[in-house]
């Protein structure tokens, strides 16, 4: 079972463009519902089988909590905007809350210094989500996102 990929999406612009218009590329919300489909099955696991993620993004605690103290707390507009905006900040809601687990990834994409690659560049964003959110470390490969992008019809 797995969300509606046309509803997640929706929601991924929507939540992305209220924090903030420069948040929600076309490009940071085709990475962001990727990542969704890869790591929870677009939304079939919203807590890791054998570890400590959660949500439909599969964010550690530690990788969330390390986005709210070097990332969000030099940010306080930022911080009162997903205040005002009702986003929890605390990681055990990644579980049931969907926004604030969409927002989490692209602010963990933000972070990072190399561009986003463009939109439409399917396997550019494979490489970068294996490069900064599984890590070189990480199990994940480039063929599985590519094979789930595909599974769950986010590419033909």
Not at 75 to 89: D, F, I, K
Not at 118 to 139: S, V
């Amino acid at each position: 079972m797995s969300i509606s990929l046309s509803q997640l999406r929706d929601l991924a612009e929507r939540s992305l463009f209220e924090l903030d218009p420069v948040l929600a590329s076309a490009a940071a919300i085709e990475l962001v519902i990727g990542t969704a489909a890869h790591e929870s099955g677009l939304g079939t696991y919203i807590r890791q089988v054998r570890g400590p993620a959660l949500g439909i993004c599969q964010m550690e605690p530690a990788t969330f909590l390390d986005i709210s103290r070097r990332y969000l707390d030099a940010r306080p507009e930022l911080v009162s905007r997903m205040v005002a905006l009702g986003y929890p900040r605390k990681p055990a809601a990644l579980e049931w809350d969907i926004r604030l687990a969409l927002v989490m990834c692209r602010l963990h994409y933000r972070r990072v210094p190399t561009p986003l690659p463009i939109a439409g560049d399917w396997e550019g964003q494979a490489h970068y989500w294996k490069r900064h959110y599984n890590t070189m470390a990480g199990a994940g490969t480039v063929e599985q996102y590519m094979r789930d992008l595909k599974k769950y019809a986010i590419i033909v």
